[in-house]
């Protein structure tokens, strides 16, 4: 599992200069990814294979004298399907990235990039620490229907609670609950700190 560090310092060498006509990189302040370890990889690759192996396996057997043997559908969907799911959850659920810059907070779960979460600090109301147990519980209490969690599977470490002023709430798993709670509540304070910018005045 890598280990990035809470203030995103191992990051800031690696960030490429822009070049013509090309954006600039955002300064990143925070950035963390989660996996599981490589055997959990390699169990679900191979119990993916072997159902995969078997639903394809009883497709290509020859049929018997006498009207046996045909091809029974539904072992082969229930295998394929079965297949099919362990590589969701393999590419799904097992990883984790936390992305924090001065105008925004990213989250992104699995191997593609995709955004499951991107606010600004603005819209942060409150921001503390949670420890939950299995089953998605926060002091032995199911949290409400507007509650978001963050995390990969089979990892319950301690978290960050961030509610958001439209009554959102969002639990994100993560190594450095406290670096990434005093950089939400810095960022937001010097967010809302800022002085609004005189409005346009309409040409004469």
């Not at 302040?29 to 639903?55: D, H, I, T």
């Not at 020859?62 to 046996?68: H, I, K």
């Not at 099919?84 to 393999?90: D, M, R």
Request: glycine share 8%.
């Amino acid at each position: 599992m890598r280990q990035d560090s809470p203030d995103g310092d191992d990051d800031m060498s690696q960030l490429p200069e822009p070049g013509p006509g090309r954006r600039p990189e955002p300064l990143i302040l925070f950035r963390e990814e989660q996996s599981v370890p490589w055997f959990v990889y390699a169990l679900l690759f191979v119990a993916a294979a072997f159902l995969s192996a078997r639903g394809l396996a009883a497709l290509s057997r020859p049929p018997v004298a006498g009207g046996g043997g045909a091809v029974s559908w539904d072992y082969v969907a229930i295998h394929l399907l079965a297949a099919a799911s362990l590589a969701w959850i393999g590419l799904r659920h097992t990883r984790m990235m936390i992305v924090v810059t001065p105008d925004a907070l990213r989250v992104w779960k699995g191997w593609w990039a995709h955004s499951r979460l991107s606010v600004a600090p603005t819209a942060i109301e409150d921001v503390s620490q949670v420890v939950w147990a299995f089953g998605h519980k926060i002091d032995g209490k199911k949290t409400g229907p507007n509650t978001r969690w963050y995390d990969i599977r089979g990892s319950r470490p301690p978290g960050v609670r961030i509610t958001f002023e439209d009554g959102r709430v969002a639990i994100l798993a993560t190594r450095y609950p406290q670096p990434l709670e005093d950089l939400l509540r810095k960022l937001r304070a010097l967010t809302l700190a800022q002085p609004e910018p005189p409005p346009a005045q309409a040409e004469a």
